[in-house]
């Protein structure tokens, strides 16, 4: 506590203090009945006792005022501290969500698919952004892409969706491979993919229809030329233990007679073979008349195991693979990379041939 003394007889104050062993502070003699000093709070009250008949005045000390204005403004501070702490809780929950850009897409329908990955209003929600846009790609095939912010308490979609093909006269133009397109050329019809795309065999690439200025959908016959940079794979595999069907040499032959190609009666051997494949073929009986006859043969097949040595047989499998390959390989302008993997899973060889080529991906 500050005390700011004035009066005739400050002297005597002071000494009557130190006699009362009341320990003071910082004493300032502002002029000869002017003082200024500090004392403990538990001497405040001694002190206003023997000042009481002198002008003065009272101050809190710096160090007693932080405290003295806590207490004064407790409820004030509790409901700040209260305030700050609500809002930092509150602002973690989702109190809206927002979908911009659907048009075939029902917004209601895109909320529940959030809803019922645990993406709700009035909870906390701990997604990121990227895991919100994963689980609309996931959920829906026909996005082309989408994107989400998260704004206050706000959820913001934005997407944009892939062009719908619906049955016209023309058809579309589709991937013959497995692709990852590098160039796009349209004379007609409206393209479905983007130069960097990956498309997959059969996708659609050019849609059958132009849309003109109101958004109309004309349809056209669609011509393009569409490059990418493409993947053909040959797969097969080899069992270590193979069962095949062997014929035995063991034969049933059938005859059916015909003349001017009606059937005139059969000429039947027993046939019980169990296993069987059957070879047929005509016959000429005579020159003069149209008589002919159809051999059917039956032969007995029955089932072997065979035991393949991978070591031996890896080659072969290995151009099994590559003719695979180039057999599914149409047309391309450059050949980049033939590339032949061989693994081995238990019991089973596998080899892959992989021919990354440049050229036109559509027929």
């Known amino acids: 506590m500050k005390f700011d003394v004035k009066g005739y007889g400050v002297d005597n104050l002071l000494k009557t203090l130190h006699v009362k062993k009341v320990k003071i502070y910082n004493l300032k003699f502002l002029d000869k009945n002017h003082i200024e000093f500090e004392t403990d709070d538990k001497n405040r009250k001694k002190v206003r006792r023997y000042i009481a008949n002198f002008d003065k005045k009272e101050t809190l000390t710096n160090f007693k005022k932080l405290p003295n204005l806590i207490l004064a403004n407790l409820g004030i501070i509790i409901g700040v501290f209260v305030g700050i702490i609500s809002f930092l809780f509150m602002s973690n929950f989702t109190w809206q969500i927002q979908v ?12 529940s698919v959030l809803e019922n990955n645990g ?6 929600n701990l997604q990121t952004s990227k895991d919100i846009e994963n689980i609309l790609l996931n959920n829906y095939d026909m996005i082309a892409q989408v994107s989400v912010i998260r704004q206050g308490t706000a959820i913001i979609i934005n997407l944009s969706e892939k062009l719908v ?17 590098t160039n796009i050329n349209i004379i007609t019809g409206t393209t479905n993919v983007k130069v960097g795309d990956y498309v997959n065999k059969g996708d659609i690439l050019v849609l059958p229809f132009n849309i003109n200025s109101n958004g109309t959908k004309i349809s056209v016959m669609p011509l393009a030329e569409i490059t990418a940079t493409m993947y053909i794979l040959g797969t097969c595999q080899m069992d270590k233990l193979e069962t095949v069907l062997m014929r035995t040499g063991q034969t049933c032959v059938e005859y059916k007679y015909k003349i001017f190609n009606k059937n005139l009666f059969s000429g039947k051997n027993k046939n019980s073979f169990a296993l069987f494949e059957t070879s047929v073929y005509n016959e000429n009986i005579s020159g003069l008349v149209p008589l002919t006859r159809e051999v059917i043969v039956y032969h007995e097949l029955e089932q072997t195991t065979i035991q393949h040595d991978f070591d031996k047989e890896k080659q072969s499998l290995i151009e099994k693979s590559q003719k695979l390959a180039y057999q599914s390989l149409l047309t391309y302008d450059t050949m ?3 590339n032949t993997q061989v693994k081995i899973v238990g019991d089973t060889m596998f080899a892959c041939t992989t021919l990354t080529v440049q050229g036109i991906i559509h027929g």
């Open 165 to 181: 093909y619906n049955q016209t006269e023309y058809a579309p133009i589709t991937a013959t491979h497995n692709g990852i397109i």
């Open 100 to 111: 911009f850009g659907t048009k075939d897409l029902s917004v209601s329908e895109i909320i």
């Open 336 to 338: 980049l990379d033939e």
């Open 119 to 124: 993406i709700k209003k009035g909870k906390i």
